[in-house]
């Protein structure tokens, strides 16, 4: 690679052993786990907290501003995956987990002091703004990039899985800490609770700082300098049109992804699903109540259900490609919101939704890293690429990621600002059902551009399909598929 020196060297994928024989492989299986559940299983559970402060510490505050401290949790972690990528790929794993580790416990342990202590007493929004939203979101940066490309380092040929296992954590903490926030805030308080829960965070940290450890044949390039821009940005995936296209379906979908999670307690409140008297509560509270919603049940079914969806489709998507197993998921998370969520009209059928959305919504949410490598297989083909690109990994998913950043802080603000202006939740359903359908046109069109496994695209097999199945069409088929490789500078054979 220019300007580039590579520290080690990499089996081919098809020398290596499906699965790996080492103890250490697992033991950093079981660590990008908990980097995953300490990152974007922090941001899953935030539901959890924003019911919370509706109805006690920031009761007074808009909608749109408590949306804000869970985005900015994903704005943090995505905004930063690029850099945190391409040290990743320079092999500065240690410096990057090691941060994490630091930040996310130091903004977990700083939330339960600048938390009021009296139950009633109006908290601070600033406060709470800079500790959890950016103070965790910052450690949680270094930690997503971290989980999938470190773990992916040992299972070259079941790469899919290896990411979907890890990607459980996710969901796997989306369970865990919502259940514990409730009940240990109504054990010892708020903020005794949130001390639990650094303390846990802080000892899974510990445990993957020391086992995250990538596979020592990965290879490292290390720039020459770091002030080049082609050290953090690699100008060649923006030549390549399917990561292009690819990169705009991830954007839209964290436009419209999280403010399902962060807006689902409330709106199960608002409906009268899940409240302790099953009735229904204003969207905006004026008093304090102390009688919990036990809307936070749903969020865990739904975290619950995201981890089935993570295991079997990411199992399937080694055997079906990860790209083609992401279109069809996210296809039906689509009408699943526009459809299912927008007509519940009872808890049964809330409950329904949230099962269903959370299997299709696992692999939505945990298949972009293993969609970009299936991207980079298919671009970099033969053997003596297939080392370039495996080590671009990293950089392309984190600028795959950085560049949905923006919007992942926009996209649950302006819901938050449509449920304060029109006192309804359907906006959050229209809004996040249009976004995931465009993001399911824009795979499909990253898929049309991108070549098969054997170097031919999508449209010329379609072509020839329909050529063997039209007797004397197949010739106009033939020309056709000729034309097409020609205007997109593609030089293959086509036998009719």
């Known amino acids: 690679m ?13 020398d290596e052993p499906n699965w790996p024989r080492s103890w250490r492989a697992y033991a950093c299986w079981l660590a990008c786990f908990f980097l995953m559940s300490n990152s974007w299983g922090l941001v899953n559970a935030y539901g959890t907290f924003a019911s919370y402060y509706v109805g006690h510490s920031l009761r007074a505050n808009d909608q749109l501003e408590l949306n804000l401290i869970g985005s900015t949790e994903s704005f943090m972690v995505l905004f930063l995956s690029a850099p945190v990528g391409r040290l990743l790929d320079a092999g500065h794993f240690r410096v990057i987990i090691g941060a994490g580790a630091f930040l996310v416990s130091l903004g977990m342990f700083m939330l339960s002091i600048a938390h009021p202590t009296t139950e009633d007493a109006p908290a601070n929004y600033g406060y709470i703004w800079v500790t959890q939203g950016f103070v965790v979101g910052l450690g949680m940066a270094c930690y997503f990039v971290s989980s999938s490309q470190v773990a992916a380092t040992w ?27 409730r009940y240990l805030i109504d054990a010892l308080g708020f903020n005794s609770a949130v001390r639990c829960i650094a303390g846990l965070v802080t000892l899974t940290s510990i445990f993957s700082l020391i086992f995250s450890i990538p596979n020592p044949t990965h290879t490292h390039p ?4 770091y ?5 953090w940005i690699d100008t060649d995936a923006f030549t390549n049109k399917a990561f292009c296209w690819f990169m705009t379906a991830v954007s839209f ?12 307690e409330e709106w199960a409140a608002v409906s009268g699903y899940g409240t302790r008297d099953g009735i229904p509560t204003p969207v905006k509270v004026i008093d304090s109540s102390n009688k919990p919603l036990q809307t936070f049940w749903l969020l865990t079914i739904m975290n619950g259900a995201s981890t089935i969806g993570r295991l079997t489709m990411a199992a399937f998507s080694d055997k079906t490609g990860p790209l083609n197993m992401h279109i069809g998921a996210q296809l039906l ?13 009872s808890t049964g059928v809330a409950i329904v939704f949230c099962v269903l959305f959370g299997i299709t919504s696992g692999a939505v949410i945990g298949l972009p890293p293993a969609s970009v490598a299936n991207i980079l297989s298919c671009t970099y083909r033969s053997p003596s690429e297939n080392v370039v690109g495996h080590s671009k990994l990293g950089q392309w998913t984190g600028m795959m990621y950085s560049a949905a950043a923006i919007p992942s802080l926009v996209g649950p603000v302006v819901v938050g600002h449509l449920v304060t202006e029109y006192s309804t939740y359907i906006t959050v359903q229209c809004w996040s059902g249009a976004c995931l359908f465009i993001s ?18 999508v449209g010329v097999k379609l072509a020839r399909w329909v050529g063997r199945h039209g007797g004397q069409e197949g010739k106009s088929s033939s020309c056709a598929s000729l034309r097409f490789q020609a205007n997109f500078g593609y030089q293959y054979i086509c036998r009719v």
């Open 2 to 14: 220019e300007n580039e020196s590579i520290t080690s060297s990499l089996e081919s994928p098809g």
């Open 155 to 181: 299972f070259p040929n079941r790469k899919g899985l290896a990411i979907g296992l890890v990607a459980c954590g996710a969901s796997v903490a989306g369970v865990v800490y919502p259940t514990m926030t």
């Open 222 to 225: 290390r720039p020459q300098s």
């Open 227 to 231: 002030r080049k821009l082609r050290t």
């Open 253 to 264: 979908l964290f436009f419209g992804f999280y403010p399902i999670f962060f807006n689902l």
């Open 333 to 345: 998370s689509s009408i699943l919101v526009l459809a299912l969520w927008t007509l519940a009209d």
């Open 440 to 457: 399911a046109l824009c795979m499909l069109t990253a898929r049309w551009y991108l070549p098969c496994t054997d170097g031919e695209l």
